[in-house]
């Protein structure tokens, strides 16, 4: 019996791994744009507009709208996990896998998500939780669990980081090329995508760190020859517009800055603004080199 026991053990151990959850009535979204904390402080309701309205926001030429026509359905999907980098997504296991995939011991929510997998009117979830959050297998990073084949096959991918590897991309450039080289062997082949720094901080050294950071990681985009194209967040009109702008950022009873990390909403709409050009640029400059492979998807 002991035998028994031992052996059903290592066969049930090895379930996740060989037998993934395919949920029965899930839909890929079309568009799927995956960040840090920014989205649900945020960022994530200006995410949501601007992309189910991409032919406002971005006029296209006949061409460009046409071949727009493969995101026809708009069913976008948008995650911001806390406390997560890029190489949270890429990793096996550890602590960075566990930004993801550890539950959050006070709320039991690690996420903020809009759009077309969350209907409910709570934006808060819990990463492995529901049939739209399977991203935690044991042994696989959240991005090859989370791309496998009959579960998200978007055509269109945005990543929006910086914050939480602003030390790691500004202290060592190895580790920045190791996070993209990373992120472009998991990514699915020939998907257009799009990767933009998040918005800056009310704070100026915070901000300094990460324009270091930022700088170190566009260096690597290049150098890696990745699919995706880049955007930088932090420039000095998005920087002007924020730093040390307390209308942006969320406040104490007594009118300080409680958190400036995270601009709120607003802050987030003035974002989009001035990154209007380079946004839509990016998403036209990916579809359009993508096509026809991606009709055929």
Known sequence: MTLLRHFLAGVLALLPIQLAAQPADFVSPSIVILGDSQIPFGSGPVFLEFFENIKTHCPPTPTQAANLEVLADMKVAVIGVRSTSLHSWTAKMGKAKGAICDVDPKWKVNAGTYGFINTTGNKYKQIGKGDAYQFCEMKQSAFQ????????????ILLSFLGNSAKRWADDYAKAVADVEQMNAQLPAGVPCIFMTTAPSYSKKITDLRLKAQANVKRAFAETGSQCSFIEGATPETVAA?????????????????DPYHPNER???????????????AVYDQIDAAMPDLAAR
Do not use: H, W
């Open 145 to 156: 669990t989370m791309f496998r084949p009959g579960y998200y096959e978007p055509k269109l």
């Open 242 to 258: 924020n730093q040390g702008n307390k209308k942006y950022f969320r406040l104490s009873k007594s009118g300080k800055v409680k």
């Open 267 to 281: 802050a987030a709409k003035t974002f989009f603004m001035i990154a209007m050009d380079d946004i839509c640029t």
